[in-house]
């Protein structure tokens, strides 16, 4: 029975809680299956959990699931919840919801495309990351008349490009999800794999992994003749076919001048009437295709006849065999008569956790296969096989194996298959409890109050022969319900074998820490996480009085590692000997143990090791730890272990904290892994932060923000109520909040001006009604021409105002007035000076600053013409005719305009 952790994750990828079923107050899980699909190599998964744990509330719709199984990562949306006031029932779906809702519009290519060219169009916000493409080289056109889901266009896509498709989701090592990788494979067929890999070589059996296989076969839809008929009434009279099997005989034939294509061997074993002539004996099978290549409606109902002139075979497989799917692998029933052979594809694993007896796998695409082994060798193996075979075991219970704060109980029956068979009573169930023999018997009675915290029950199935033919275990729990945490904190000398005195209060070399919701200390030191503290070794003081001695102890074998500095007298087997002293043969400070009547170098310790080489010697899945303890610069204390295992480096530690309320303590971790670094400073709020390196990218976080840096962009999350995104790539600058998101790409600035007009190029804009280009400005006014694209600076301007201001500001008036004529005069006042500066405004206008013009208002009254002139000695400007006929004091009309330039 597998112990997977799961994540529980919020809809922003933060991790809430695990479902956990080995710690006892975790939120445990139980009944669950995991449904893994060839189609996209989708899954699903089901569980149940107890409705009274606090950590259930994160169990809800939208929230998310995660764990790694197998070397493989998972990452599920939990799609629908089900409650009541003891249990939570939960379904999760693999894939994210962009996949699974995201509507895509009709389609239809304007030429023909590649895979990843149609997945850039349909994926354009890039929710996958295409992988292996095994039909790169395929380019295809083709149309999508109506609207689909993201995930059903995508399974189209991959059915017209003859492929096969498996969605990979990558986990970052907070659990949250980094990439969905998209692997596509040619179409699975007799020479191409497709998903998963061609496991022939394993062999399946009837009665070892599968417990059953059922064959039926039937011909009420088979037909020995086909007749296809394409576009626009195509037909294949015009071809002239036959094909041959391996053995050189006609198989099929289609004659020229003839429509149909026959089954010539199918007709002979399935004649449709012994009356008839041999010729006639077919069945015929209309058939249509859409096509007017005549080769391809050829091969096309060629393809068709094969697959139904021969009887239609199902199979029916029950069992369960741990395999990828998508595998292809041999199945043997020797039961048969004559033993079946058959080649399958894995097209379905269902598994279970924490219940083996759910597991199945389902196959299909079978094919028979002929048997080369000689039937005598068959039955002898199957007998050595049967001889030795190992059952497969589970425990069921029927009150589950977690109780609470100390009460029920539950009976653990042990279940034995053979395949099928229940073998159970024919063998002896020994039961054992945390290691100690228990009782015989198919069932025991556990109650709450026979087990401390948890304990572990196990059986073994054992024989006549005294042959252990399979065994199982389960971890049986009493959790303490609860809601305020408290932090344990006790001391040992012994790495924590053992208490210190006052029952681990008084300090010691070892501080032993755990967290949970009982306020009361664990006595058991097993449940505490142990770090050294002891310091460095301080001055020696005085030496004390000499103590009574004490009286003689019982004689018996020493329990750990003695130390002394000369060989022990008494020894007995398995004797672990501390060499302390200088023993001539012997390392000191060296581990010994007595096995055979002999010391043999059990645990040596050095603090200098100089060699330039080990030879013979791997170090195989070792641990190396080491413990620290310091004091900081700022007076805080630091202890903890480093310890390199697994693939990875861990520094776990523990730093106090002196605060003017007393002292708290922060855990710090940092991992270094084979694919990136973790850091984290455990807090809350500002108090928590995160830093992730990986090989695709640097995470900075904490309960507020979060900061992404990847290999092709930069992403920065706010985490509240009200969360914004800001991603940076090659694409440009996105913007992301509640109320909408904004895109900033190189096409924003398409034809618009830069902020810096600055340049020397000599190639300027030049402005049309609807468009304004960039112009050139020049500040002198010397051009000689109008040049297209220059333009006045604000300092021509400047000049132009001097200039115009240089000249006096001109004020012109225009009107009429009447004056009255002189008697046969030619000279007749028109203004005088004062009536001239009322109508200028001015008090200096004269011949020197004013410009005064005339003309005849009324051609009609007078027909002379007039000119004008400044007379100085009447103070007046005067009209002057050079013909001098008019009455004296008769009126006439005159125009005038008037120019005065200051």
Not at 351 to 376: A, G, M
Request: with cysteine; glycine share 10%.
């Amino acid at each position: 029975m597998d112990n997977i952790r799961i994540a529980i994750l919020n809809a922003y990828d933060r991790v809430c809680t695990f479902l956990d079923n080995r710690p006892p107050k975790a939120l445990h899980y139980y009944d669950d299956e995991l449904h893994e699909y060839l189609k996209g190599a989708a899954n699903t998964y089901t569980f149940k959990a107890d409705a009274h744990h606090e950590d259930s509330v994160y169990l809800t719709e939208g929230n998310k699931l995660a764990f790694r199984y197998r070397n493989r990562d998972y990452y599920f949306n939990i799609m629908q919840v089900f409650r009541d006031e003891d249990v939570v029932e939960v379904e999760a779906y693999s894939l994210n919801f962009e996949l699974l809702n995201e509507q895509k519009e009709v389609y239809k290519a304007t030429g023909a495309m590649t895979f990843e060219q149609y997945l850039n169009v349909f994926d354009y916000e890039k929710v996958i990351t295409l992988g292996n493409n095994e039909v790169s080289h395929k380019s295809i056109k083709h149309e999508w008349t109506g609207t689909d889901t993201m995930l059903a266009r995508i399974f189209s896509l991959a059915s017209i490009f003859d492929a096969e498709i498996e969605f990979i989701p990558q986990l970052n090592e907070d659990y949250s999800l980094g990439r969905i990788v998209m692997n596509v494979y040619q179409e699975h067929n007799d020479n191409v794999q497709g998903i998963g890999i061609s496991r022939t070589d394993t062999v399946l059996r009837f009665g070892k992994e599968l417990s059953g296989v059922k064959r039926t076969s039937n011909i009420s839809d088979l037909y020995t003749a086909i007749r296809p008929i394409g576009r626009d009434g195509l037909t294949v009279s015009g071809l002239n076919k036959i094909e041959y099997d391996a053995d050189g005989k006609v198989e099929f034939t289609s004659p020229s001048g003839n429509r149909n294509i026959y089954a010539v061997q199918a007709r002979d074993r399935f004649p449709s009437n012994l009356m008839a002539n041999a010729n006639e004996r077919y069945i015929a099978q209309m058939w249509n295709y859409d096509t007017d290549n005549v080769n391809v409606l050829y091969a096309q109902a060629l393809a068709e006849l094969k697959r139904n002139c021969i009887p239609q075979v199902k199979y029916e497989v029950d069992g369960y065999y741990d395999t990828g799917i998508g595998d292809t692998v041999s199945i043997a029933d020797e039961g048969f008569n004559p033993p079946l052979y058959l080649e399958a594809r894995v097209t379905e694993q269902i598994r279970s956790f924490t219940d083996p007896s759910r597991n199945k796998t389902v196959f299909d695409n079978f094919k028979e296969l002929q048997s080369e082994i000689d039937p005598t060798l068959l039955a002898a193996m199957n007998k050595l096989i049967e001889s030795n075979k190992t059952y497969t075991c589970t425990i069921l219970t029927d009150n589950g194996i977690v109780f609470k704060n100390g009460q029920g109980s539950t009976a653990l029956t042990a279940s034995v298959m053979d395949g099928g068979k229940d073998v159970t009573n024919s063998l002896t169930i020994h039961w054992k409890k945390d290691g100690a023999d228990l009782s015989t018997g198919k069932s025991i009675t556990v109650n709450a109050a026979d087990i401390s915290a948890k304990a572990v029950y196990r059986y073994e199935a054992v024989d006549a022969t005294g042959g252990v033919r399979g065994a199982h275990e389960v971890t049986v729990s009493d959790l303490e319900d609860g809601k305020t945490q408290y932090l344990h904190v006790k001391y040992s000398n012994d790495g924590g074998d053992t208490f210190t005195g006052n029952n681990g209060e008084d300090p010691g070399k070892w501080m032993g820490y755990y967290v949970d919701f009982m306020q009361a200390d664990s006595d058991n030191p097993n449940m505490y996480n142990w770090v050294k503290v002891e310091g460095p070794q301080g001055t020696q003081g005085p030496q004390g009085e000499k103590g009574n001695s004490g009286g003689k102890g019982d004689k018996g074998d020493p329990m750990g590692i003695l130390e002394l500095p000369e060989e022990p007298q008494t020894k007995y087997e398995g004797m672990l000997w501390k060499n302390t002293g200088t023993v001539s043969g012997f390392t000191r400070d060296t581990v010994y143990i007595w096995e055979n009547s002999t010391w043999k170098t059990f645990q040596f310790s050095a603090k200098n090791i100089k060699a330039d080489t080990f030879e013979g010697y791997e170090f195989n899945g070792s641990i190396f730890k080491s413990e620290f303890d310091f004091i900081k610069s700022n007076g805080h204390r630091v202890v903890g272990n480093s310890q390199m295992s697994d693939g990875e480096i861990k520094i776990d530690s523990v730093e106090s904290i002196n605060l003017g309320g007393g002292t708290i303590a922060q855990l710090l971790l940092a991992v270094l892994r084979y694919n990136g670094i973790s850091i984290s400073s455990m807090g809350q709020l500002y108090g928590q932060h995160d830093t992730r390196v990986t090989d695709r990218s640097i995470e900075f976080s904490n309960a507020f923000m979060k900061t992404m840096l990847y290999d092709n962009g930069l992403s920065i999350e706010s985490i509240d109520a009200n969360p914004k995104l800001s991603v940076i790539g090659p694409g440009g600058i996105s913007l992301i909040d509640s109320s909408g998101s904004a895109n900033i790409s190189p096409s924003t600035f398409n034809g618009k001006a830069p902020t810096n007009h600055a340049s020397s190029g000599t190639g300027y804009g030049v402005g049309t009604t609807a468009n304004y280009g960039h112009v050139k400005t020049r500040n002198d006014l010397n051009a000689s021409s109008y040049v297209q694209g220059e333009a006045l600076s604000a300092y021509q301007g400047y000049l132009l105002n001097t200039k115009i201001n240089s000249l006096g500001k001109p004020i012109v008036k225009a009107g009429t007035k009447v004056i009255t004529a002189n008697n046969g005069g030619t000279s007749m006042l028109a203004f005088t000076n004062a009536q001239l500066n009322s109508l200028l405004g001015v008090n200096n206008s004269s011949n020197t600053n004013t410009v005064c013009c005339f003309c005849n208002g009324d051609a009609a009254a007078c027909g002379a013409h007039f000119a004008a002139s400044y007379v100085p000695e009447d103070g007046g400007w005067r009209v002057v005719t050079p013909k001098g006929n008019f009455t004296n004091g008769s009126p006439f009309r005159l125009n005038y305009t008037v120019t005065y330039f200051g």
